[in-house]
């Protein structure tokens, strides 16, 4: 099989490098953009910061702060307006994946036209873009590194996965200082759906020598260093760790792609509302333990490079200990179940066969080491609940 590797142009890495925008600006020859970012983010002053960064470095910007958690189709209307009226001829992601998303799709619908359902999956678009720049202030979807965004159809509320080369943001700028005021809550969600990207980077039946080492990286990171960021905010060494983890994994699953997880959590954000990552996160043990007969080994690195099992270890008790290790993990950073959660149980039990069938048409579950039927992903989710 041959793998088809995609990378952002450049990257710009570490504490403070917020402060390179305006030369990443000059670099790429562009002099309006606007600022996809989100009512937080202009309420603790961060996108007024930029503003003023991009201004210094003789750029006129604009601002666009109305983006919602877990974009639609109509979030998008008031920002293509606002693409139009500035006259952008760039856009900058600025928070987390919801921003990045929105920018993504802007960045594509300015140019090409048209709906985003034109452009899910497995469609992937490689046409007309306005370039993206992408700054995430989450250490977890890794968008900034991906040729995915996922916006939810209004009409349909179905999470539509919407990929190709348009997506992929020219230039990221990963600054864990951006970080460090993340809730636990945000800490937990944002970092469990980092590690669903790496484990499902690596097991994805699309994986490939060099999504491998970008998913094996981050895991040891996240084995290390999201506990310590969940429990301590200000742990400088976590919070950089984590950061750069969540863009690994991020590089792995846009050049391995995503498998089941993903493919059961778009459904539950898009009918229920649930955060993506937090979504992952409610998922993850339960089709981990249904998926590792199908890559038993894999699953077992997987154990290993987190530090939940020994290199001497036989494959079998690995991939046991992962199990042990994932579960434990979500307990200790308090990950509820959609019970628990507030998710009421007749609404969840009357959707889980439409779920189902929006989760085998995603494509995702076809990645996985073993594919289900809409019938096995059904029983999934009931158990989950």
Known sequence: MVANISFPRFLKLGPGSVEELGSVLEDLNVHRPLLVTDAFMV???????????????????ALFAETVPDPTTESLLAGLNAVEAHGADSLIGFGGGSPMDTAKALAVLSEQGGVMRDFKAPRAYSGPALPIIAIPTTAGSGSEATQFTIITDVESDEKMLCPGLSFLPIASIVDSELTMSMPARLTADTGVDALTHAIEAYVSKKSNAISDGLALSAMTSIGKFLLRAYRDGSDREAREAMMHASTQAGMAFSNASVCLVHGMSRPIGAHFHVAHGLSNAMLLPAVTA??????????????????????????????????????????????????????????????????????????????????PTAAEIARLYRAVY
């Open 43 to 61: 309420g603790n002053g961060s996108a007024e910061r930029l503003l003023k960064i991009i201004a210094a470095a003789g750029k006129t910007p």
């Open 290 to 371: 249904f998926s590792i007969p199908g890559a038993q080994d894999r699953y077992a690195d997987c154990a290993r490079q987190l530090g939940a099992a020994e290199r001497t270890d036989s494959d079998e008790d690995a991939s046991a200990r992962l199990i042990e290790f994932i579960d434990t993990l979500c307990s200790d950073v308090e990950v509820p179940r959609p019970s628990t959660y507030g998710i009421d149980k007749a609404r969840w039990d009357e959707l889980t066969p439409l779920m189902a069938e929006q989760a085998l048409a995603s494509g995702s579950p076809a990645n996985n080491p073993v594919v």
